[in-house]
Structure formats: C-alpha cells, structure tokens
C-alpha cells in the first residue's frame, strides 16, 4: 500500500531492524519479527548482509506478508533492486548506497525511502532526493557498527529541526536510555539487538514502545 507522510511519521514510533546474529539455535527470524510486531513494532526493516539475493527475497516474501497482515510499513536494507523484486512497501539505503543516483527515479513515487543521515548537510541532501524520513545515528554505542562513534545529543537535535521530514534515532538504544532522546526532535527509536535479543521479543517491544511514545510527545 501507499503510506501518507503522516502515517510514516507515526509509522517510527518503534522501527525494528533485524539481526539474525542474536537468533537462538532453533529461532527463526519470521517468529521473532512476528512476536516483535504483535507486541507493538509499527516498522520493520530486513538487514542482511551476509545472504545471498535469492534467500533474501525469499525472507522478505514471509517478512512482507507478516507486516502486510498487520498494516506495519516493510523496508528492505541496502537495495533498490532486492526493494522491488520483493515486492516491499520500500527500501532504506546508507549514503554509500546513493553513489549520486537518483534514488527516488528509481525506486518510483509509491514506496518508501529511507536515507541514513549523519549530519545535516546529509539530513538536508537527503530530503532533496526524496526520502519520506531519515535514519539518524548512532546515538549510543552499539555492538551493530563498532565503528561508529556517538553523535552528540546536540548534533541530533540539529538534524531534525533541518528538515520536515521525520528522523528515526537508532545506535545502542534500548530501555535505560530512550528517554534521553526526549526533546531531540525524533519522530521514533530504531532497534535491533533490544528486541531480537530479548527473551521476550514481544515484551521488550510492548515496552520499546510506550518509552519511545512518552520521548516523541516530549519533542
């Protein structure tokens, strides 16, 4: 389906991205996602890094139809191509995913697209290039992406007030520090480890989101 900016907007509330890294021996990553968005993901993002398309597509056919039956927004990372044969509401790409394409020509006017943005230059840019909303981080450390040093809650709250478009925090967070963001300006919390490691993956998403609830209504 086609989503309003609004309803994107809304839609970031609690954006959960997958990680078959923490997987348990006998977990699948289509029960954990569904136990993650009945207990209240409103997005759901397939990260794979390390499969090969053909087995993607075939995760994000099961991933999408879960998402679809549930009316939650499904994004696949990295491609544009994968976006498409998938049949996904969208994609999200890094800036080295962009390459000085036009991005938004080719992932046509109906599906979502998401662009992470690491400073406002980049937030601004990416508006230009049509994206529905910007994934901004890390805001903590995170065992995702060792590489990645956090960003100032300064320099957060800048990158949203740059743009009209709404901002999704994502890095390291998880239930003892959401409400830090309180007052930044984010629209959502982006997760991986803090549903797809929890013994309760519904529980911890139940939780996630009335935190990141109460930081929005805060601005």
């Known amino acids: 389906m086609d989503y309003t900016r609004e309803q994107i907007r809304r839609a970031m509330a609690l954006y959960a991205v997958t990680d078959r890294a923490w997987l348990r021996p006998g977990q699948r990553l289509e029960d954990v996602c569904a136990q993650a968005l009945d207990g209240g993901a409103t997005f759901l993002q397939l990260r794979e890094k390390q499969l090969d398309e053909k087995s993607i597509l075939a995760e994000a056919a099961v991933l999408g139809a879960l998402c679809r039956q549930r009316g939650v927004p499904f994004v696949v990372n990295d491609s544009i191509e994968l976006a498409l044969a998938s049949g996904a509401d969208g994609v999200h790409l890094g800036q080295s995913d962009l390459h000085g394409r036009d991005v938004?020509?080719?992932?046509?006017p109906g599906r979502i697209l998401g662009i992470s943005a690491g400073t406002v230059e980049e937030a601004i840019a990416a508006e230009g290039a049509?994206?529905?909303y910007i994934g901004v981080g890390a805001v903590f450390p995170?065992?995702?992406?060792?590489?990645?040093r956090p960003m100032p809650h300064a320099l957060l709250r800048q990158i949203c007030g740059a743009v009209s478009i709404p901002a999704v925090a994502i890095g390291g967070i998880n239930e003892g520090n959401i409400m830090s963001l309180a007052g930044s300006g984010v629209s959502g919390v982006a997760v991986v480890s803090a549903i797809f490691a929890a013994d309760d993956p519904a529980g911890a998403a139940a939780s996630l989101r009335s935190l990141a609830e109460r930081a929005v209504a805060r601005g």
């Open 104 to 108: 938004r020509a080719l992932l046509g």
């Open 130 to 132: 049509g994206a529905d």
């Open 142 to 148: 995170t065992g995702t992406k060792l590489d990645a």
